[in-house]
């Protein structure tokens, strides 16, 4: 989809500039041009910027999560233990 309809940018390209470490939109504007322009795709890259944040954090978190997880000796899944794949909790 494209975001930024002056410089014919999609969402993927500015996904990858956001990506290689701008974290503002003058400096995805100043990478790319986009929202460089008449600006109107300002707020959509300020999202892209945003939601790339959320997803950094929600990375960061799994990592630390399964870190402790191996720093206590719990099982990754436990689910998938040997024998117990399949069942169901009886009640
Ligand atoms: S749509 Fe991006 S600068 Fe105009």
Redesign the pocket.
Same mark, same amino acid.
């Given at each position: 989809m494209i975001? *930024?309809?002056?410089?014919g940018?999609s969402e993927r390209a500015l996904q990858e500039v956001i990506g290689e470490g701008r974290c503002t939109v003058e400096a995805v $504007?100043r990478a790319c041009? $986009?929202?460089?322009? *008449? $600006?109107? *795709?300002?707020g959509?890259?300020g999202e892209l910027i945003h939601e790339a944040r959320l997803l950094a954090c929600a990375r960061e978190a799994v990592a630390e999560t399964g870190r402790q997880l191996r720093d206590v000796g719990a099982p990754s899944s436990p689910s998938r233990e040997a024998g117990h794949e399949g069942q169901r909790p009886s009640h």
């Open positions: 975001v *930024c309809l002056c410089k940018l $504007g041009g $986009g929202g460089t322009d *008449c $600006g109107s *795709c300002q959509a890259i």
